[in-house]
Structures are given as structure tokens and as C-alpha cells.
């Protein structure tokens, strides 16, 4: 028996509702938000607010701020070696990364063929990105290390500082008491005051960020009252650097140049998921396009097919090409990045020497030609200035050695971070058959 169309049709349609409706919402867009732009409208004076009667009284011990953490007497010695070489073991990242290798081997052990070739590649891979991951890590802590060290003598500079300008501070005010005119700006002492003591609170806060990173690369517990105090050779490297020599010896250890190499080399048709997943990673429409699975679609371009891999290897090649300019100029801007700081030590040393020198002959003529002692005491004042910037551009030019040392591959190497792919060395794939 055959319902006419109209009954099937009727049927269709009341179906829905008797079965329940399988789109409560209806099938309808949900509305947005939207706050209206109905803000009062009015006139205002441009009067700036007068912040001292807004801000509480607060001198001194009376003050009932929260005070910044401040080191124990005990401190955690830390040496630079110990600092690169554990936040290269620590590296979170890496060791992860360590365990995607472990499962690799584990599926390669157990399964066909073409996926061994594919695993073993991936394998390889993954070993050159843990070492990276190292050497950055590495890179990142010791130069939170030597901003540690430089801010802790800086500190020392910044005290005396401030005393000094305390101590003129004073002087000029029991000679203002005794109706003595003095030769020296007492506002300008004050704020130079102000700013020396601003300078200090800041360079309190960076330690403990400072120790707080170190904490968290070098597997220590994160604590604000637990700090490292750098142990380091203060000596600056001066010796001339080779920028040609410094590029040779660290671009065969780049890990990115490695990668595309290792995949270049021995990319065949049974590999090419690798390929693309090394293209993906320099731009994500790169490795984006692949044959879609089924025999219908294998049947339908059986004569394709073997065309990616020719695509693959052109864009491998043109990704080693690029990537290995890019490793050029890192390395070479790192080399200048340490000569410019060697440069700018040499200028911050001869201006400690010009103000000692000025500090100690005006000791010297003092008696004789009648200088005050605001004098002297301004020059002391500029001679700790000039001796806290010898120190951080002692300090930034450590960080320019590490900057060099991290583009050359080479702070998780010296750390005992050496990956060995297996299939490097090898290089007899379909790219290197034209």
C-alpha cells in the first residue's frame, strides 16, 4: 500500500514534534550584549587635583605601609656556572619534551614501517627542541643573574649616596639655624633626596622579582624572604672578538638550522607528515594542503601524488635558506652587541677615574683655596653615580656574552646538553637526488 505524496509530506512534518524538537533554541542566533553609549554630559575645569591633601601623612617610622621584602642575613651563594647549568636540567619544557621522545621510541618498537620512518625523524626533532628549549633557559636565567648582581653593587653606591646627601642635608640646615648663609640649593638637595630613596624602592622591588625568577628556573621554593647573592668575577671580558671566526664556530650548532637540515636530507613520500609539520611551524598555511585519505581520492590523483614531495623539498630548502640568514644576523648583532659594551665599559671607567681624580685633588686644595664642603661632598655625590654605571655596564656586558653564547647554541652544550639525532650526518633523501 502506497501513501499518496501530500500524507508522506504531513507525516514529515508533524514527526519533529512529536518526537520532540531537537533544537530548543529553535535554530535562532542568541542576541549579544550591547551597553548603550548613554554617558552623563557635563562641564569640567582643568584643575589637577592636589595630591598632598589627598595623600595621608606618613614620616618615616610613623608610616604604616607594608614595607618590601628585604634579605635575612644569610643569603644562597649562587655562582654563574651553577645558575646556567641547573635552569638548563630544570627546563620544565624540555624534560616534557623528553617524554614525547620516550613515547616515540615506544610506538616505533611496535608499529609498521612508515611510521617508524615518520617517528624516527619526529624523534630526532623533538631531541634538537629540548636542547634549544635548554639553551634559552639557560640564556634567560643567567641573565636574570647578572641584573641580580649588578642591582647588589649598584646597591652599595646608592647607599652611600644617600648618605651623603643626608649628611649635607643636615649641615646646611644647623647653618641656615645659626644665620649662616650657605652657598647650596637646599630644594635641590631635597630632591635629589627623593629621587636617590625613589631609586632604592625600585631596586628593592627588581630583587625580589629577580630572586623570584631565579627561584622558579633553578628548582628552588618561590620565597620572598629567600635570596641569592651572586658570586662572580667582576673582571669585564675585553679581549677583540672575530666576528666571522664567532659565526663559523656557532652556526653549525644551531638547533633551528639543524631541524630543517636533519628533515631536508631525508625527506622521502613516506615522511612528508614530518615535512609538513616542520613548515607548519615557520607560518601556518605552510603544510596545510594534504591528500585527502581513501581510495577514491588516491584513485583520482594517482598521478599527482608524487608532486608534493617535490613541493616539500622546494620549500624546505627555501625555509633553510632564510632561517639560516636570520641565524647570520643574530649571531653577528650579538657579536656587536658585545663590542658596543665593551666600548661603553671603557667610557664609564674613565669617567670613575676623571671624578676620583677631581674628588681627591679638591681634598687636596681644600684648606689652600677655601672650598666648602658642599662642594666636595656634590663631587663625592657624582663620583658614586659614575661608579654604580661602571657597574651596569660591567653587568650588560656579561648579559652581551650570554646574548652571543645563546645564539651560538653553545650555554646548554657547555652543561652537557649535546643532542645527537640519529639521522644527522645522513643525507640521501629525495631532495638530494636532483
Not at 669617567?351 to 656634590?378: C, K, P, W
Request: hydrophobic share 40%; glycine share 4%; proline share 5%.
Amino acid at each position: 500500500m502506497y501513501l499518496p505524496r501530500i500524507a508522506i509530506i504531513t507525516i514529515l512534518g508533524v514527526a519533529p514534534a512529536a518526537l520532540g524538537c531537537r533544537c530548543p533554541s529553535g535554530c535562532r542566533l542568541p542576541a549579544t550584549t550591547c551597553a548603550p553609549c548613554n554617558l552623563p554630559v557635563s562641564s569640567v575645569e582643568a584643575k589637577p587635583p592636589n595630591l598632598v591633601l589627598l595623600t595621608p601623612e606618613c614620616q618615616g617610622e610613623n608610616c604604616g605601609l607594608q614595607p618590601l621584602p628585604s634579605p635575612s642575613e644569610t643569603y644562597r651563594m649562587l655562582t654563574p656556572t651553577e645558575c646556567q647549568c641547573r635552569a638548563a636540567t630544570n627546563a620544565n619544557v624540555a624534560n616534557m619534551v623528553e617524554l614525547e621522545e620516550h613515547w616515540a621510541s615506544v610506538i616505533m618498537e611496535c608499529d609498521s614501517n612508515a611510521v617508524r620512518e615518520n617517528l624516527v625523524l619526529q624523534r630526532d626533532l623533538l631531541a634538537l627542541h629540548a636542547g634549544d628549549v635548554r639553551n634559552k633557559a639557560a640564556a634567560t636565567a643567567l641573565e636574570a643573574y647578572y641584573q641580580l648582581a649588578g642591582l647588589e653593587a649598584r646597591q652599595a653606591y646608592l647607599d652611600q649616596a644617600i648618605l651623603e646627601v643626608r649628611k649635607s642635608s643636615e649641615r646646611a640646615e644647623k647653618l641656615r639655624e645659626s644665620g649662616i648663609a650657605v652657598a647650596i640649593d637646599r630644594d635641590e638637595l631635597s630632591a635629589r633626596l627623593s629621587k636617590l630613596e625613589d631609586q632604592r624602592l625600585q631596586a628593592q622591588y627588581a630583587r625580589v622579582q629577580l630572586n623570584g625568577q631565579l627561584q622558579k628556573m633553578l628548582g628552588c621554593p618561590v620565597s620572598e624572604s629567600d635570596f641569592f647573592w651572586p658570586q662572580l668575577d667582576w673582571a669585564p671580558e675585553m679581549s677583540a672578538l672575530d666576528p666571522e671566526a664567532e659565526l663559523a664556530s656557532g652556526l653549525p650548532n644551531r638547533f633551528d638550522l639543524r631541524g630543517i637540515k636533519l628533515v631536508l636530507c631525508n625527506l622521502e613520500k613516506t615522511t612528508l607528515r614530518v615535512a609538513r609539520g616542520v613548515l607548519a611551524v615557520a607560518d601556518g598555511t605552510l603544510g596545510s594542503v594534504e591528500p585527502t585519505e581513501g581510495i577514491v581520492h588516491h584513485l583520482r590523483c594517482i598521478r599527482c601524488s608524487e608532486h608534493e614531495v617535490d613541493v616539500r623539498c622546494r620549500q624546505l630548502a627555501m625555509l633553510h635558506n632564510d632561517t639560516e640568514q636570520l641565524a647570520t644576523a643574530e649571531i653577528k648583532n650579538a657579536v656587536y652587541e658585545v663590542v658596543l659594551q665593551q666600548q661603553r665599559v671603557m667610557l664609564a671607567r674613565d669617567a670613575v677615574q676623571q671624578r676620583r681624580a677631581n674628588v681627591q685633588g679638591m681634598q687636596d686644595r681644600r684648606d689652600a683655596e677655601d672650598i666648602q664642603v658642599f662642594e666636595i661632598s656634590t663631587a663625592r655625590g657624582r663620583l658614586f653615580d659614575a661608579e654604580a654605571d661602571l657597574i651596569q655596564q660591567v653587568a650588560a656586558l656579561k648579559i652581551a656574552l650570554v646574548h652571543l653564547r645563546r645564539a651560538q647554541a653553545a650555554l646548554a652544550a657547555e652543561c652537557g646538553f649535546s643532542p645527537k639525532p640519529c639521522c644527522e650526518g645522513k643525507c640521501d633523501g629525495h631532495c638530494m637526488q636532483k
